[in-house]
């Protein structure tokens, strides 16, 4: 059985895994009004993540709980654009860290106001020194376990948009909250799931429009050296929420902006 | 200020973040009636820890909670050992991942029953598949990042009493709960905390004992290979609540029982 937590009403149980272990996932969803960006998406990522943590849920519960708080935000927020957080853990139960024969999951929904959008001219951006690690049987999944990204925001001084992650190599990754995409002349680069602390809904949508519209997109490392080829048109980051954000500048060296991405892919054209 | 949550009377609010991103640390306390196992060393490592995060705790704070829990618990427990679990979040606040302006922890206290004891004759482990990442920043500090663990542990299939964990070179890190020494003719062996995932009090006392003793011991990396060498004289495993255990069998093949580290190193010495 799901617990659905809505914590106007309650708060969650001390020993729920979520919070001894960092045991579940969540999802951070835009919304206008009553509709939902990037729905199934959304739903399918989640469904999909919970399986390979071992967390049971239907998409068809999750899905419910993003109309039901639609309609219930619908009155404080309107039309306008909100924030929805859906938080999905292990529950209760298990001796240490091993799991429970029966698991509950509970479902934490949390709602919240739109945050700044980016500058359409574009961001800056810096390299954090807190450096990324990723087990490659984690790769991609927005789980609860997220202290290395807290971590690499302490270093934000107030004037960035944005803190990019390098791996222990030196590559870039993605951003504490957003991922990577590089525009060059003939293609465009965005580091591979397997190296990924989060695979974002926003990338995956990316990367279907970017196909979609005939570009060439490949999916490998990026070297800090790629951002000073001759070749660079656009680094870009992004998320569901914010959408697609151009750099104007990194580490106080300017970058070309490319208004490309933006404009082939609109995540507000997803509501549903 | 610190809150102080005890899971009787309250929920954990939704917002922290020790439960959106393991933003926090714990200690797990072996208690016998009201007093403490290795209590300066839990103390100091706390402490440590959370400055290492950022995270203000002050040192008496936390001694007093544990004197507080000792005599609550003693009215259930009377004058056997129980465990201490002390949970130190950053608290609610913060924009997404940066860190609030102001930081007003959260310190959550649990006790629990003592769980079961090692076999003294030995103890059976494996190897487990999932491997085992450590961020360099992050090495050493039980955060509540500790997915990696928990995937670990749904390993366990029922006889082995501990699941060592491998890093992505292959070598013998810890166990999901405990950490490793290995004795060899004229030393000792303990892969050291840069690459440790959690650097346990009981780790700490046991280096204290041996080198008392007179023991040699050197931190390095534990590759499997060692576990087959001639001058093996045993493998244990230890944490400040089961003590140590020497391993009698690791994935089938049988090992050496020296009952050394048990009569060099026992931690119920150091009850206050």
């Not at 082939?264 to 509501?271: A, E």
Request: glycine content about 10%.
């Amino acid at each position: 059985m799901l617990n659905i937590i809505h914590p106007d009403s309650a708060g969650v149980p001390a020993a729920d895994r979520g919070l001894a272990y960092g045991d579940g996932l969540f999802e951070t969803i835009r919304m206008r009004g009553r509709k939902a960006v990037l729905r199934s998406l959304h739903l399918d990522r989640m469904v999909a993540d919970a399986g390979r943590l071992g967390i049971p849920v239907r998409r068809d519960d999750l899905d419910a709980e993003i109309t039901r708080s639609g309609r219930e935000a619908a009155r404080r927020y309107g039309s306008d654009d909100w924030v929805l957080k859906l938080v999905l853990t292990r529950g209760v139960g298990g001796r240490g860290y091993r799991l429970p024969a029966e698991c509950e999951p509970s479902l934490i929904v949390t709602s919240s106001a739109m945050p700044a959008l980016p500058d359409p001219v574009g961001v800056v951006v810096a390299l954090a020194q807190f450096p990324l690690t990723v087990n490659p049987r984690l790769a991609g999944i927005k789980t609860l376990n997220r202290l290395e990204q807290v971590m690499a925001s302490s270093e934000f001084s107030g004037e960035e948009f944005e803190l990019i992650m390098a791996d222990t190599d030196g590559n870039l990754v993605e951003g504490t909250r957003t991922n990577l995409f590089v525009r060059l002349e003939n293609e465009w680069i965005t580091p591979p799931v397997q190296g990924l602390a989060v695979a974002g809904v926003m990338r995956q949508y990316a990367l279907k429009c970017l196909r979609a519209a005939g570009h060439k997109v490949r999916e490998q490392a990026i070297p800090p050296s790629l951002l000073s080829s001759p070749g660079l048109r656009g680094l870009y980051v992004l998320n569901s929420v914010i959408g697609v954000a151009p750099v104007r500048r990194m580490d106080g060296v300017d970058l070309p902006v490319d208004d490309g991405l933006e404009t082939i892919c609109d995540p507000l054209q997803t509501l549903e």
